[in-house]
């Protein structure tokens, strides 16, 4: 897949911050409402992390080089990891926000204009959001993905905010106003932390998705009815890119050129499974070699061969 198809999607996401941005800002400007202002700031820090996550999408695509040799992929987790945190801030200005208009309620001001504009700014957010969740999914691009539910989030707040100004609009109580504000921001810090703690795992060297490794071990044990084994399968994810990495165990007799072959096919076979970049790469032992089972994990491990 080509990277640079992705940018389309964060210049999109970009464009909606700042329609949004204005949207919001006008909303809280007619209505004097204190979710309406929360929910303008968060705009501001989506469009922050759409500007990082363009820069982090850049350096992600350039080749490897002499001090990166496995390229730059893993910039994507740490655009993804700063977004949940920006998440996670917006959440905790929401509710600092909402806390002093809950011990001094204020009353709002045209409702019904600022519901509107506050309305046409959550559409924005959830048409753009989706179409940036599927294609980053599609794409298999975490960072596209994590500012689509970055957006998402955006969504989930204005309606918890609008939601509130109606029961004020309904009631009369000013009160609920601050306190939906709150209950949302409680709702996006549980969000940006799940974003969080999958940016870190994939940073950790996080093995290929299960489906995916079920494919591969399948393909890999059906190769036993040509006395082929396998052992030290280990597997990571770099951005979009995978690394496979495995011994194959042939019978001792072969030549080295059969050996070599029968790698090359393994390895081919394994990459025509996935349509996202993958480097496999496989070490050919003698079957027969007690000491062939010595390096089955990350280092080699000394075992009785006896």
Request: one cysteine or more; charged letters at 20%.
């Amino acid at each position: 897949m080509n990277r640079k198809s992705l940018n389309k999607y964060l210049y999109l996401s970009i464009a909606a911050a700042i329609v949004t941005i204005l949207l919001k800002f006008y909303a809280f400007h007619v209505t004097g409402s204190m979710g309406l202002f929360s929910d303008a700031l968060e705009s501001f820090v989506n469009l922050f992390a759409a500007l990082f996550a363009l820069l982090m999408l850049h350096l992600s695509r350039k080749p490897a080089d002499h001090e990166h040799e496995f390229g730059h992929g893993k910039a994507e987790y740490f655009s993804s990891a700063v977004e949940g945190a920006l998440i996670l801030i917006a959440a905790f200005t929401i509710i600092r926000s909402a806390v002093p208009r809950i011990i001094d309620p204020q009353p709002l001001e045209n409702i019904s204009t600022g519901l509107l504009f506050s309305l046409m700014a959550s559409l924005v957010n959830l048409l753009v959001g989706l179409v940036l969740i599927n294609n980053g999914k599609k794409k298999k691009s975490l960072l596209v993905e994590a500012d689509g539910r970055h957006l998402m989030t955006d969504v989930y707040t204005s309606v918890g905010v609008i939601l509130g100004i109606i029961l004020v609009e309904l009631t009369g109580w000013l009160i609920i106003d601050p306190v939906i504000a709150i209950l949302v921001g409680l709702n996006i810090i549980y969000s940006g932390y799940r974003l969080i703690h999958r940016s870190a795992r994939e940073l950790m060297d996080a093995s290929i998705p299960e489906d995916e490794l079920e494919r591969v071990t399948a393909y890999l044990d059906s190769l036993g009815d040509r006395e082929i084994e396998y052992h030290s399968l280990l597997t990571r994810m770099s951005g979009p890119r995978r690394f496979i990495s495995m011994h194959l165990l042939v019978p001792g007799d072969w030549s080295v050129k059969r050996g070599h072959d029968c790698a090359d096919e393994v390895e081919e076979t394994i990459i025509a499974m996935f349509r996202e970049p993958v480097t496999v790469s496989t070490h050919i032992e003698p079957v027969e070699d007690p000491a062939s089972m010595r390096d089955i994990g990350i280092d080699r491990v000394d075992i009785d061969i006896n």
